[in-house]
């Protein structure tokens, strides 16, 4: 059982580089969301997504991007890297609509840049 | 907006002891509420959850009561082990029509259970 898949799992830019996180998840979720995770601040939402060729902005969007172009993958991009983008990032998905389902994680990128 | 307070981390117990991790909302509208737990190296899983007033949430031992009157949902467990060694995470999703149902994460409280 996948679930939720992220590639890459590690990865070491420098600053100015750009890069591109993959989700993937086979649940058939139309819910999919990217966070942010860093020491003292818990998880933090950066841009989601309520279907197929739909994004939002979250709580900081602010140098991602995001594309929905199938229903199953999520994808969030960095143009031009900063140091203050280094984090673990988290992907997760749920079923849909009505505030009781339950977010499914994958298991994160680690994004250092330098 | 919504917001979720934890009690501050980390928290270090004797294997056996009791364990509470306190949660407070505050909410617009009518929330469910999550407690996700992190083991290290791996994604949040959900360990609990209540969808309205004085609901209890309970699994592996764990439990909270949605408690709407002083706004809390406190997580606890009556014997720790070892394996509970984690990062635990109060979460709340509002109800209201502009939210798109996106659940807002407390700043996780670290345990750590000594043998």
């Known amino acids: 059982n996948a679930g939720v898949t992220q590639t890459p799992k590690f990865r070491v830019l420098k600053t100015g580089q750009s890069m591109t996180l993959l989700c993937a998840q086979d649940?058939?979720?139309?819910?999919m969301y990217w966070y942010r995770q860093d020491p003292g601040m818990g998880l933090r939402l950066i841009h989601y997504?309520?279907?197929?060729?739909?994004?939002a902005k979250g709580e900081v969007p602010d140098g991602y991007n995001v594309s929905r172009l199938k229903k199953q993958n999520f994808l969030l991009g960095l143009e031009s890297a900063a140091p203050s983008q280094t984090s673990v990032y988290f992907c997760?998905?749920?079923?849909?609509?009505?505030?009781?389902?339950?977010?499914?994680f994958g298991e994160g990128s680690r994004l250092t840049v330098l | 907006g919504d917001s979720v307070t934890q009690m501050e981390g980390p928290v270090t117990l004797s294997e056996e002891a009791f364990l509470t991790i306190n949660c407070t909302y505050t909410a617009t509208g009518y929330p469910s509420l999550f407690w996700y737990v992190q083991y290290p190296g791996e994604g949040l899983q959900l360990l609990l959850k209540?969808?309205?007033?004085?609901d209890k949430g309970s699994n592996k031992g764990f439990e909270a009561t949605y408690r709407k009157e002083t706004t809390s949902f406190h997580l606890e467990k009556g014997s720790v082990q070892v394996s509970d060694s984690a990062v635990y995470f109060c979460a709340l999703s509002d109800r209201s029509g502009g939210s798109n149902y996106k659940l807002t994460f407390g700043k996780g409280t670290l345990l750590t259970v000594n043998p």
């Open positions: 997504s309520v279907g197929e060729g739909t994004t």
């Open positions: 209540a969808t309205k007033a004085d």
């Open positions: 649940m058939n979720h139309e819910y």
């Open positions: 997760a998905s749920r079923v849909g609509l009505g505030p009781t389902g339950e977010l499914f």
